[in-house]
């Protein structure tokens, strides 16, 4: 490594958090530039520039790696400019990386291509740090793009990241981390996106996904107050999204194909809003856990060729599913409501609207058709070759499903050779619109489609 002569001048940065995502503001300091040309550990403040590709002999994922990084940065106030250069560390499992768990501030790691590595760049205990215009291809087999551990303030953006062809290895893993951001960035190829655990306040937001066969794009395992938005996911991913923790946000992604579901949702007190998944061969989401909202989705096509699958899957209790955009074979399908489930002003147009099921004979009342609120939607039904129902409930208790538009100003009608009255009022569904089953309460309904948030 060598030093130039010429100051220039360094960005000094630091953060702020404004709504879990870190604000960056800089100034000037002056410094030295240090050129490199192969493996070395920096240990002083400044501006460092790869003059040249590193290329080491690559000794696979072998016992013996050093488990250095083969640019190893040690001090504050460090970036590290690329050049445009590619880093192929050989016996080195990073490319790049904050040494021996010492904790460092101000770390920059711009215009940098890491290849063939087990990790192409590792962040590990910094704080105010930026990952830009990298592109990690191809890590080890047995290895992944960029880590980031426990940090704060951590940023990566406008970046080209792939992972391994390996299920279970992430282009990008974050854990033990908060106020993070990974934005405006291009996953290519990729089998595992993003994945985290024990992450907070952060941000996944404007990147793009393909992803392949058996893969997710996004995956957030635990923490709260995270925000996953404007992301679009093509390719043929297993998942879209999944979702665990507590009080997070899944907004505005689009999910062009999803092989299993597009968004996967468990936990507590999530809110999934104006998300477009149009292709899931099985859910466009699929909710579980508590107290979950659910709104201004368009969830489609689930479901097909099949009489499993749709738009929406619920299971548990607390949820409220209110003026989505819910087709495929099932509109909303509750498979286990264990507490209150509210079901309204939802555009549903589905074989079956929604489907209070028992599945499970052997425990008769896994599902309790008395916590399920279906009030002011607009049903449409198409049956093809099945019967349809706007709402068809198999458990033993009463479904309240009052004050909806059932296509028809004569309110449902009753399946074919069948004759379903109301078992709260004695009304008999033998109206011009969709159908519902014994035991669901319809009357009284709407004579024209509801046309703002009040109906019901």
């Known amino acids: 490594m060598s030093l130039s002569t010429k100051p220039v001048a360094v960005l000094v940065a630091f953060a702020v958090c404004v709504s879990g995502t870190a604000v960056l503001a800089t100034g000037p300091a002056s410094a030295q530039t240090s050129s490199i040309d192969s493996c070395t550990v920096i240990d002083q403040p400044g501006y460092y520039v790869l003059t040249e590709d590193i290329d080491l002999p690559n000794q ?4 013996g790696l050093d488990e250095r990084a083969c640019i ?36 920059t790691v711009t215009d940098l291509e890491g290849t063939d590595n087990v990790v192409n760049v590792r962040f590990e205990n910094v704080t105010d740090g930026r990952i830009t215009n990298v ?19 951590v940023e990566i953006r406008e970046s080209e990241l792939h992972n391994t062809y390996h299920a279970g290895y992430a282009a990008v893993r974050i854990s033990d981390t908060t106020n993070a ?18 992450l907070s306040d952060s941000v996944v937001k404007r990147n793009s996904f393909d992803v392949k066969q058996f893969g997710s794009a996004i995956s957030v395992e635990s923490g709260s107050g995270n925000l996953l938005a404007e992301n679009v996911v093509a390719g043929r991913p297993n998942h879209g999204i999944l979702l ?18 597009g ?17 899931a061969a099985e859910w466009g989401a699929l909710v579980e856990g508590s107290n979950h909202t659910i709104v201004k989705n368009e969830f489609s096509r689930g479901g097909d060729g099949s009489d499993y699958g749709g738009a929406l899957r619920l299971a548990g209790d607390d949820h409220v599913v209110a003026s989505n955009d819910l087709g495929g074979v099932h509109g909303v399908f509750v498979r286990r409501a264990t507490g209150q489930t509210t079901i309204r002003h939802n555009d549903i147009d589905a074989t079956y609207g929604v489907r209070i099921a028992n599945e499970d004979r052997c425990r008769s009342r896994w599902t309790r058709a008395a916590f399920v609120d279906v009030r002011a939607n607009n049903f449409t039904v198409s049956d093809g070759d099945r019967q349809a ?42 109206g011009d619109g969709a159908p519902v089953s014994s035991g669901v309460h319809f009357d009284p309904w709407l004579p024209q489609e509801p046309t703002n948030g009040t109906a019901g």
Request: charge should be negative.
């Open 60 to 63: 696979g994922h072998v016992v």
């Open 72 to 107: 190893d940065i040690r001090a504050n106030d460090v970036i590290l400019d690329g050049d445009g250069h590619v880093v192929d560390s050989g016996r080195f499992t990073k490319a790049v990386g904050t040494g021996n768990s010492m904790p460092v501030r101000n770390v």
């Open 135 to 153: 592109t990690s291809l191809d890590p080890n087999s047995y290895g992944e793009g960029v880590q980031i551990v426990q940090s704060k303030r």
């Open 181 to 198: 951001t990974v934005s405006n960035n291009t996953f290519s190829a990729t089998s595992l996106g993003v994945e985290a655990e024990r």
């Open 244 to 261: 665990n923790g507590h009080e997070n946000t899944v907004a505005e992604n689009t999910i062009r194909r999803a092989d299993d579901t």
């Open 263 to 279: 968004i996967d949702v468990d936990g507590s007190g999530h809110t999934v809003s104006n998300n477009d998944v149009s292709r």
């Open 389 to 430: 129902y706007a709402v068809v409930n198999e458990d033993e208790q009463v479904v309240t499903a009052t004050n909806n538009y059932w296509g028809a100003e004569t309110g449902p009608s009753s399946p074919a050779g069948e004759n379903v009255t109301d078992p709260m009022t004695s009304t008999a569904a033998d």
